[in-house]
């Protein structure tokens, strides 16, 4: 499969606990987005990389949200202290610069936090 | 904020018909986007349309897009189940930090009934 790829596809937590998602993008893709999505609600974007460098961090960000891509390739997305709000799919894209911004998603991480 | 409202929040049509969805931005943009999301699944890019284009078409899909009106529409015709599925529309524009971002609103759920 050389589409995006997240894992895992879904995880169950108890309040309070850690998490990591994991984002595979698509190979020559130099720019990797994370976005969360709530039921009815379209995906609101939450950062994004250039290669290793992240460039752009959404205010719903909080402290408790880090995200990495230490070799330009993979990335991970870790949320600490989970809330109940923070209950959510959490979705991956990628894209090439100079590709007018077409992202290709992966199917998304579905997060719930009991 | 640039994100994109489509309207209506909700379509229901019979297989066959053709189907209008209309989304509206706020400030200029160099492109517009449509995804399609299927129920639980990551998005899939359907087409894009530059900021110098009205019309453009992809097999059954047809997009317009007037920056006058800061409104663009897509029309899926001959309508089929497998269509069924909430549809996005996502203005880019330049973030400031070096990219282009796209921004989505709450979608417009089609169903399409056999």
């Known amino acids: 499969d050389t589409g995006v790829s997240q894992n895992p596809r879904h995880k169950i937590t108890k309040r309070g606990q850690n998490v990591t998602f994991r984002c595979d993008p698509i190979?020559?893709?130099?720019?990797l987005y994370w976005y969360r999505q709530t039921l009815g609600q379209g995906p609101e974007f939450l950062t994004y990389f250039q290669n290793e460098a992240q460039l752009e961090k959404s205010r719903l960000l909080s402290d408790r949200f880090s995200a990495e891509r230490p070799k330009g390739s993979f990335s991970t997305l870790e949320i600490q202290r989970t809330e109940q709000g923070d209950s959510a799919m959490y979705l991956c894209a990628s894209s090439l610069v100079g590709a007018r911004n077409e992202q290709f998603f992966g199917p998304g991480t579905r997060l719930t936090v009991l | 904020s640039q994100q994109g409202e489509e309207d209506p929040q909700a379509l229901s049509i019979q297989e066959g018909e053709n189907a209008t969805m209309n989304c509206s931005y706020k400030t200029s943009i160099n492109n517009l986007q449509w995804y399609r999301q299927n129920s639980g699944r990551g998005l899939v890019h359907l087409i894009l349309?530059?900021?110098?284009?009205r019309e453009k078409h992809s097999g059954r899909l047809r997009v317009t897009l007037d920056t006058s009106k800061k409104s663009s529409s897509l029309l899926i015709t001959a309508s089929r189940a497998a269509d069924t599925a909430s549809y996005f529309c996502a203005p880019s524009s330049y973030s400031g930090a070096g990219s282009y971002q796209l921004t989505f609103g709450k979608g417009t759920k089609l169903s399409v009934i056999p």
């Open positions: 349309i530059r900021s110098n284009e």
């Open positions: 190979s020559e893709h130099n720019r």
